[in-house]
């Protein structure tokens, strides 16, 4: 076909028919599964780019483009005299149809979302790509057929060549040295406002910095739950507990946790240690956002009431003095322990 790129003929017949929109459509729906599913794509500002513009406008325009195939500009005057149906035309005009684009497609996702969780899928990352990429694009196809069936002066297109030739005679062809200083200013402007959304992408701001750490008990159904903590021993018996760190410091942290069985009392607001037992102590190395639990089985050896049972933590080796107010983080249970 003369005047056709030769690339175009490798595609589908109805692909090389779609209007320039809807192929933009769909260009962004693949270009968002691959930057989503691909391993080394996946971990690029590409994925939070293509994500934000497909979740936020991409299906809410297919909705659009299916709804009002016909082109909604205001008809010529001379037109309105000669044909008085031309003032009826039902389409809506491209500022409309790009808000209602972005109005829709907020609406569109969280439905999605909500349907997902009444499913054996649920809300997760890769049934909400596949929903959102097949609601599209059945939508496009909807508004590629609606828009074939219309006479060719009637459909909606993207006036994009009108477009850049506007701005190309704007910008390399002003009418004055006013216009071709604003039109400076304005792509500076454009810039530098891309440079800064690009920096704040690729480089997001560095959170808190922190560990959690906290005792887990295993339920009926083999979940670990933060509840049903033993407190009554024998000493010599056995009684497990779960010990958990999520490291969030955002560098790799080497932890060290002490495990002691103390006989405390009350003086005044001070709690004092009169007899202390180291039971065990862990030493994991955790990378940024990961999570560790270790199963520690507690078997006492001093007896007595209100007992305390605590877990300290530190970050990297601990001091020579180990007690509460030397650790990073403390957990404790109060426990009584008999013969």
Do not use: C
């Not at 039109?183 to 959690?212: C, D, M, Q, W």
């Not at 049972?309 to 009584?336: D, I």
């Amino acid at each position: 076909m003369a005047g056709t790129p030769a690339w175009k003929l490798l595609l589908p017949r109805q692909l090389r028919r779609l209007p320039a929109d809807l192929a933009a459509v769909v260009g962004v729906v693949a270009l968002t599964n691959l930057a989503v599913l691909l391993p080394v794509v996946s971990d690029t500002p590409v994925r939070i780019v293509a994500g934000l513009v497909f979740v936020l406008f991409v299906p809410g325009y297919a909705f659009i483009a299916a709804l009002f195939p016909e082109d909604g500009s205001d008809p010529d005057d001379d037109e309105a005299v000669t044909n008085p149906q031309a003032e009826g035309i039902d389409g809506i005009d491209g500022i409309e149809r790009v808000a209602l684009s972005f109005g829709l497609s907020i609406a569109l996702v969280p439905l999605v979302g909500l349907v997902l969780n009444f499913t054996p899928w649920g809300i997760r990352l890769l049934p909400i790509l596949v929903s959102l990429s097949g609601l599209t694009l059945v939508l496009t196809g909807v508004a590629a057929v609606r828009r074939w069936a219309l006479p060719a002066d009637e459909r909606f297109r993207v006036p994009y060549r009108a477009w850049l030739s506007a701005g190309r005679e704007e910008l390399f062809s002003p009418a004055s040295r006013t216009d071709a200083a604003l039109n400076v200013l304005l792509v500076v402007s454009i810039l530098l406002a891309a440079g800064s959304v690009a920096y704040a992408v690729t480089v997001p701001k560095e959170g808190e910095r922190f560990s959690e750490f906290y005792l887990l008990t295993e339920g009926e159904d083999g979940d670990l739950v933060a509840d049903g903590y033993p407190t009554e021993f024998q000493r010599g018996e056995s009684r497990s507990l779960i010990v958990g760190i999520g490291n969030q410091e955002h560098e790799r942290t080497e932890y060290t946790v002490v495990t002691e069985l103390q006989r405390v009392e009350r003086v005044g607001n001070e709690t004092r240690v009169q007899e202390r037992s180291e039971l065990r102590r862990f030493q994991p190395t955790l990378e940024h956002n990961e999570t560790w639990h270790r199963q520690h089985e507690v078997t006492p050896g001093m007896t007595g009431e209100r007992l305390r049972l605590q877990y300290l933590l530190y970050r990297g080796s601990p001091p020579e003095t180990v007690n509460q107010s030397t650790a990073y983080r403390e957990v404790h249970l109060w426990v009584n322990v008999t013969e």
